[in-house]
């Protein structure tokens, strides 16, 4: 079993810039893929982001949000980042933190999730 936990939600204006943070216990070690997924009222929750350990690393992003949010992993593949830049107000949502021991996506174990709410 692995547990994610995230971090770094809160309200910001549009335009502005947010981290998330999310790490990983339990069965980390073997963590391939982390991600992270949102879920705004009244919609299906959606791929934000995800880095797989394929290839030396590869990242795949949502087109709404390609060229502003940013996925990384530190070096022992336990914790996942997406920093969020140009925050618009459709990018408020629940961010939610996904993992697995494969490359799949979903992944099967996910976080509690961290409100991000974009308004002037």
């Known amino acids: 079993q692995v547990q994610l936990v995230e971090s770094g939600g809160g309200v910001v204006q549009p335009g502005g810039s947010l981290r998330l943070s999310c790490a990983a216990s339990?069965?980390?070690?073997?963590?391939?893929?982390m991600a992270w997924y949102r879920q705004a009222p009244g919609k299906q929750r959606e791929l934000v982001a995800g880095?797989?350990?394929?290839?030396?690393?590869?990242?795949k992003y949502a087109d709404s949000v390609k060229g502003r949010f940013t996925i990384s992993r530190n070096n022992a593949g336990n914790a996942v980042y997406l920093e969020m830049n140009n925050l618009k107000t459709e990018d408020t949502a629940v961010y939610y933190c996904?993992?697995?021991?494969?490359?799949?996506?979903?992944?099967?174990?996910w976080g509690q999730g961290t409100q991000v709410t974009v308004s002037s």
């Open positions: 880095a797989s350990n394929s290839g030396g690393g590869i990242t």
């Open positions: 339990g069965s980390a070690f073997s963590i391939y893929t």
């Open positions: 996904n993992a697995d021991h494969w490359e799949r996506y979903p992944g099967e174990f």
